[in-house]
Nanobody, 123 residues
């Protein structure tokens, strides 16, 4: 089992940047593909980005492509989401998730979830 804890959320102005971190503990972090999802009030959980176990391959949602960057450090057991050029529609609770299978954009493919961190983009 793995425990995930997100941090770095907060309030940012439109166009600003924010960096989210997800720290994993428990079983070997490098055994998991990782993903970030987000959920805005009244909406379903939405895929943001995923990264393979090695960190070599990534896949982004069209809505964040070119603005967000995911990376991972398998020594420090962390995955980072760098968010630039923020838009008000990026406002949501952001969740880090771990999948024992390959990277995926489907929430159902993820086995472990963090508690989420709130990100608010003011216009």
């Amino acid at each position: 089992q793995v425990q995930l804890v997100e941090s770095g959320g907060g309030l940012v102005q439109t166009g600003g940047s924010l960096r989210l971190s997800c720290k994993a503990s428990g079983r070997t972090f490098s055994s998991y593909a990782m993903g970030w999802f987000r959920q805005a009030p009244g909406k379903e959980r939405e895929f943001v980005v995923t990264i393979t176990r090695s960190g070599i391959s990534t896949y982004y949602a069209d809505s964040v492509k070119g603005r967000f960057t995911i990376s991972r450090d398998n020594v420090m057991n962390t995955v980072v989401l760098q968010m630039n050029s923020r838009k008000p529609e990026d406002t949501a609770v952001y969740y880090c998730a771990a999948a024992t299978r390959s990277m995926s954009s489907r929430p159902d493919d993820y086995d472990y979830w963090g508690q989420g961190t709130q990100v608010t983009v003011s216009s």
